[in-house]
């Protein structure tokens, strides 16, 4: 029996990297639809949902062959930094304009002060005495001891403006030396700059907001000015904040967020990574037959006949008698995430190793295991925006349990008074429909009503802009939440993301 409880690789790219180290780039599926456009000079900006596989692509850049050896500088901690930033932000200015501006200049001064610390530029050389590489030799730990040594400095007593002070430490720090010999360095070697950014923030936080909104602006200007140099800005954020920042935070929204990477995943794409996982799986453990070894991975079909119908069975009878396509009835599960299909396929696995029949599965393994991930994954969509809408699990919890799978939109207002004693502030109508929809709990039917076998519908988690639903719209609770929230009149089955996407 095989004894390990991850066939199909961990949940977490970052568990995986600590694990594999070097090795890591052996397990990542290299024909994603992101991975190419990731490393194009006109992207800067990268959004994705928690489990989407942002870490999972800044990885890739290490290794990417379009600009091969590069010189690949990762601050991937950013709970080593965000606050400390905040704490600047606070002093920076109480105006959102002229905090902004400040804290483009602080990004400036901190991500020069990290090249040059990761080309090896000394202290003399790069006029940033104070500050050091920090004892681990780790970069964020490096840029956290950066912005101390910049929150000291604005605590000191001082009669000039803020400005004016950021304007002389940006002289000491000799920031154009700094840039004059990275260009020279990446005219035979590419610099990558993959900077990660928090995955929970309270939008209340206007310092942490602004710190982060400063971050995207001087990313666009760094973009324009360096990426025809060789030198890259990659900037991950969280989408489950995103929308807020273009809303009310950006200054100027169509001037600095451009040609932006939403990490939006189509069927056929989370097909072919769920199968590569599994084929590399299964063939360091000795499994794999001799007539699977040749699989073409740009071609799904093929990998579902090859690597997914002989263990998950082409067809399997879901919880409520009716016989499905196995492989639609584990995607309407997920919000069309790596991290959620892993976790899927993993409990399903996991019941295989217990009962003696992996590496195939039986129909009861298939559908307990969805059904017991899909629990876990509501939760974990719930706690991804408990920094956005505090007591969000309360707020949807309470409101929509017992609630028809499909329904009429005006359902949602009578729903929503449901929920007013759990909001700190903001309750409205129209902010708990947006809550839902924003949370990928809600949907818009597109086609199909309560009779139907099918239910095709939209999800804010899909698209790249807000899913406003209103009471004239036919509104459906999305099938991972159907046992978390116990819906009733599930029969027809969900789909929860367009054919014309597969």
């Not at 890591?24 to 990268?46: G, M």
């Not at 604005?154 to 950021?166: H, Q, T």
């Not at 707020?395 to 349990?401: D, F, P, R």
Request: contains cysteine; neutral net charge.
């Amino acid at each position: 029996m095989i004894k390990s409880k991850d066939p199909f690789g961990k949940s977490a790219c970052e568990a995986e990297v600590k694990i594999l180290g070097g090795k890591y780039s052996a397990l990542f599926f290299a024909e994603t639809p992101f991975n190419d456009v990731a490393i194009e000079d006109d992207t800067y900006l990268i959004i994705g949902r928690r489990g989407s596989g942002k870490t999972a692509l800044s990885q890739y850049l290490s290794f990417q062959k379009i600009k091969p050896h590069p010189l690949y500088i990762e601050v991937s901690r950013p709970d080593v930094y965000q606050e400390l930033l905040s704490d600047i932000s606070r002093k920076a200015s109480e105006s959102r304009p002229a905090a902004v501006a400040h804290l483009k200049r602080v990004w400036e001064y901190l991500i020069w002060s990290l090249i040059a610390a990761a080309m090896g530029i000394g202290r003399s050389d790069s006029g940033a005495a104070g500050i050091g590489m920090a004892a681990s030799g780790k970069l964020s730990n490096f840029i956290a001891d950066a912005i101390r040594h910049l929150v000291t400095f604005f605590s000191e007593p001082d009669s000039r403006s803020v400005g004016s002070r950021l304007e002389l430490l940006v002289e000491e720090a000799d920031l154009d030396h700094i840039k004059r010999t990275a260009t020279e360095v990446a005219a035979t070697r590419p610099i990558i700059i993959a900077i990660d950014t928090l995955e929970q923030y309270d939008i209340q936080n206007d310092a942490l907001m602004n710190a982060l909104a400063g971050l995207i602006e001087y990313a666009s200007d760094f973009n324009l000015e360096f990426a025809p140099a060789d030198i890259h800005l990659k900037l991950f954020v969280a989408g489950e904040v995103f929308p807020h920042l273009q809303e009310s935070v950006l200054l100027n929204p169509l001037k600095v967020v451009k040609h932006p990477v939403y990490l939006l995943w189509r069927p056929r794409d989370l097909l072919r990574l769920i199968g590569w996982r599994f084929y590399r799986h299964l063939s360091e453990a000795g499994l794999l037959p001799d007539s699977v070894r040749e699989i073409r991975w740009d071609d799904d079909d093929d990998v579902l006949r090859r690597m997914w119908a002989p263990y998950f069975g082409k067809t399997i009878t879901n919880d409520e008698g009716i016989v499905e396509d196995t492989w639609p009835y584990v995607l309407r599960h997920t919000q069309m995430r790596p991290r959620q299909v892993i976790t899927i396929c993993n409990n399903v696995a996991n019941r295989a190793l217990r009962e003696g029949t992996f590496p195939t599965f039986t129909n009861a393994q298939v559908v307990d295991g969805v059904q017991d991930a899909a629990l876990q994954l509501a939760g974990e969509v719930l706690n991804s925006y408990s920094s956005v809408y505090p007591n969000v699990s309360r707020i949807v919890s309470g409101s929509l349990q017992r609630l028809q799978a499909v329904f009429d939109g005006v359902e949602l207002d009578r729903r929503a008074k449901q929920s007013a004693p759990e909001w700190r502030s903001d309750y409205s109508p129209s902010n708990f429909r947006q809550l839902v929809a924003e949370l990928g709990v809600i949907g818009r039917v597109t086609r199909g009503d309560q009779s139907s076998e099918f239910i095709d519908a939209d999800f804010e988690y899909a698209l790249t802009d807000r899913l406003d639903l209103t009471h004239r719209d036919h509104c459906v609770v999305h099938p991972m939440f159907h046992r978390k929230l116990s819906i009733v009149g599930t029969r027809g089955r969900v789909i929860p993301f367009s054919s014309r996407r597969r």
